[in-house]
């Protein structure tokens, strides 16, 4: 190699490594125009003017200042477009579960039509006393899946008010007046605050059941039982129950008034509270009963009937005596 080659090669490599912006700009519009385009220093011109202009330490610090300016911008606004995802796909969730409920609701009526089809069929709910019903087990069945959902549809429809003290009536209860469900065996299942009024229920099993609050005012329960079961703040008003056994049964608060509970067997439950003015109690048992505060008034209830009986005071009876205290000794009587 020539001293002159030498010497462009070395002006070549200065030319490259030249980074003042004035002459980076004039050695590239300027002076390389004398050399030809393969002369080294030509390339050089080149090569540093790119380096000045994108390659500095300003541009690239410029650039990655802009480069993670874009990076926060990419991130909002991908948060952004996930929130308004999550807002869809909460929108759409509720659209669903909308729908879901409306279903529910249109299958619920359909069956709950299936069920009162079922219970008020013309040929077999003769409400004459005495009356026969065919296939009581289906029918048994139906009262029992009715309750169920007319209870999920008043729960949902008053909310706080279905468990508040309200009246024994619809449309705060699941509706089963008028009906007949003689010999029917609803034995351990739940069916509380249901609506029996003027019903027949002759011969039907109720044992061990949740009856709270259930009415069965003007109906009959005739020769029916309800060992066992929780009846507490019933209402039997005018009931006709004849022979009915509630031996071990909650009875309290509940009302009895100008009800037929002639022969029906009251063996150790729990009567406290419990208003049995005007009811007809003939041959009534009730022994080991808890009558405390219970009221007798204006019935034809005899002595000898509550010998057998205990209070903690606070009976009213048409006569005056003296009955054995609850859970205390044999001797240890208070006077009502």
Known sequence: MTDTEKEIELEAKLLEQEHRLFHVLWNFFVTKKSWGKSDPRYISANKAILYRLLLSPAVVSTAS??????????????????????????????????????????????????????????????????????????????????YALENLRIKSQFGDDFDKDVEHNPPYVPNLAYINLSRGDFSYSSMDRSFFSN????????????LQRVNFVDSSIKESIFVSSNMNKCSMQRTKAYKATFRLADLSNCILRNGDFTEATFDESNMQGVWLEGAKLDKASFKGANISQAIFNKTDIKYEQLLDGCSNGGTQLPFDMQLRKCGSQPNDFVTQ
């Open 65 to 146: 200042g802009g480069a993670a300016l874009f990076s926060v911008f990419l991130v909002l606004h991908q948060n952004d477009l996930m929130s308004k995802q999550n807002d869809l796909m909460e929108d759409q969730n509720k659209y669903f579960k909308q729908q879901i409920e409306f279903q529910s609701d249109q299958w619920n009526s359909q069956q709950i039509n299936i069920y009162i089809s079922t219970l008020y069929d013309k040929e077999n709910n003769c409400l004459v006393e005495g009356c026969e019903v065919e296939n009581v087990r289906a029918k048994v069945e139906a009262a029992i899946a009715f």
């Open 199 to 210: 019903s027949l229920l002759d011969y039907v099993d109720m044992r061990n059941m949740n």
